[in-house]
């Protein structure tokens, strides 16, 4: 009982976490519309009534955009973590099969972590053409290697337990060993490390987008919002780096913490 009640307040406080995240993220929906929307009588306004977080150049809400930019940082950091915990799992299980693949995984490791991470971002960005598909690829082969590292480490463990040898001695081929005895025991670790990856993938995003090699300027991302207020915050309209960088702040923020508390709740 005293186990459990610890853990069941641990899950709860992780639900109410990611449900205030995508509730801040589902209204950019209807704040689309606003993302969008020029109003030249009203350009580069202070935060008022009339508009809660200001106005940009073009007289745009900037809360308006600063949601919808919050909203495809998070589905562009999903989806490149999902691809580089995808990467991660398939290099550990391909580590297990052999000596000699063990070694390669490890020196490819290795290699991904000794060279500048920015660097490697921007090389694969700038020679994929940069965009939205080029930003996901390059986050997320470039954030598996320490996943993989402790994915790898793990499985290495459970590759000499007593049960994986009584498989083995039952004849149970290798693709039955791992399907039902790594994949079980990998998947929680590649959860919280996919929540853990997360931020990681939304700053770099951001980052790549401020440099100028990550999404359109067409779209509303946050690093595109913080590379335009650069040009104005010596006028002192601070508003426009403020808050967009405040509200990318507050949801890595809200990720990393629900991360932590699901890695609390799957801890033994």
Do not use: N
Request: hydrophobic share 55%; charged share 10%; with cysteine.
């Amino acid at each position: 009982m005293r186990t459990t009640q610890p853990r069941l307040q641990t899950i709860a406080y992780a639900s109410i976490a990611t449900l205030a995240l995508l509730a801040l993220l589902s209204s950019h929906w209807w704040a689309g519309g606003m993302a969008g929307k020029m109003q030249f009588d009203a350009r580069l306004l202070p935060p008022s009534t009339a508009h809660w977080l200001g106005t940009d150049a073009l007289g745009r809400e900037l809360w308006a955009r600063t949601l919808a930019g919050l909203g495809l940082s998070f589905w562009v950091g999903c989806l490149a973590a999902l691809l580089g915990t995808a990467i991660a799992l398939s290099l550990a299980i391909l580590a297990m099969l052999s000596p000699r693949l063990d070694a390669l995984v490890q020196l490819l490791i290795d290699t991904l972590l000794s060279v500048p991470h920015l660097i490697l971002l921007l090389l694969i960005a700038f020679a994929l053409g940069g965009g939205l598909h080029a930003v996901i690829i390059a986050v997320a082969t470039t954030h598996w290697p320490s996943l993989a590292r402790v994915l790898r480490a793990e499985l290495l463990q459970l590759r000499h337990a007593p049960y994986i040898g009584i498989s083995r001695a039952l004849g149970k081929s290798q693709g039955f060993i791992v399907l039902h005895h790594f994949l079980p025991h990998a998947l929680p670790h590649c959860l919280v490390g996919a929540l853990l990856l997360f931020p990681h993938a939304i700053l770099h995003e951001a980052a790549l987008t401020f440099l100028g090699v990550g999404l359109s300027p067409s779209q509303p991302a946050i690093g595109i919002l913080l590379a335009d207020a650069m040009r104005y915050l010596s006028g002192g309209y601070w508003w426009l780096g403020v808050f967009p960088g405040l509200g990318l702040l507050l949801m890595v923020l809200s990720i990393e913490r629900t991360a932590t508390l699901l890695r609390r709740a799957l801890s033994p």
